[in-house]
Nanobody
Framework: VQLVESGGGSVQAGGSLRLSCTTS????????VGWFRQAPGKEREGVSY????????YYADSVKGRFTISTDNAKLTVYLQMNSLNPEDTAVYYC????????????????????WGQGTQVSVSS
C-alpha cells in the first residue's frame, strides 16, 4: 500500500486549499483513508476519514462545516477540501489508511492506521 499527498501550500486566513492523497495497493475495499495533521510541538490530530467500504465519513469537531473529504469514482484519490482556513489549521497533513477496518466508526485515532504518506505542509497566515 502506498499513499502520496499533494496540494499543500501557504494561504491567508479565510482561504482554501485542496489536498490530494493518491493511493495504490489496496486489494479489497475494506479500508478507510484518513487525514491527520500535526503542528509543531503538538500531538497528531485526526481530521477526517472516508470509508471505501460504505462511503461513510467522519470529521473532527474542529473542522466540521469547513472541510470536506471525498474520493474519485475509481477510489484511487482521496481529497480534502479545506475552506475558511485559519492559523490554527497550520500543520503537516498526513494521509493514512486503516486496512482492513478494525476500529470503531466513531473515532479517528492514528494508532488504528497502518499506512501513511510523507505529509504535506499547510501554512495559514493571519
Amino acid at each position: 500500500v502506498q499513499l502520496v499527498e499533494s496540494g499543500g501550500g501557504s494561504v491567508q486566513a479565510g482561504g482554501s486549499l485542496r489536498l490530494s492523497c493518491t493511493t495504490s495497493g489496496f486489494i479489497i475495499d475494506d479500508y478507510r483513508v484518513g487525514w491527520f495533521r500535526q503542528a509543531p510541538g503538538k500531538e497528531r490530530e485526526g481530521v477526517s476519514y472516508i470509508s471505501m467500504k460504505d462511503g461513510s465519513t467522519y470529521y473532527a469537531d474542529s473542522v466540521k462545516g469547513r472541510f470536506t473529504i471525498s474520493t474519485d469514482n475509481a477510489k484511487l484519490t482521496v481529497y480534502l477540501q479545506m475552506n475558511s482556513l485559519n492559523p490554527e489549521d497550520t500543520a503537516v497533513y498526513y494521509c493514512e489508511a486503516e486496512y482492513p477496518i478494525m476500529s470503531d466508526a466513531s473515532r479517528l485515532s492514528a494508532g488504528d492506521y497502518d499506512y501513511w504518506g510523507q505529509g504535506t505542509q499547510v501554512s495559514v497566515s493571519s
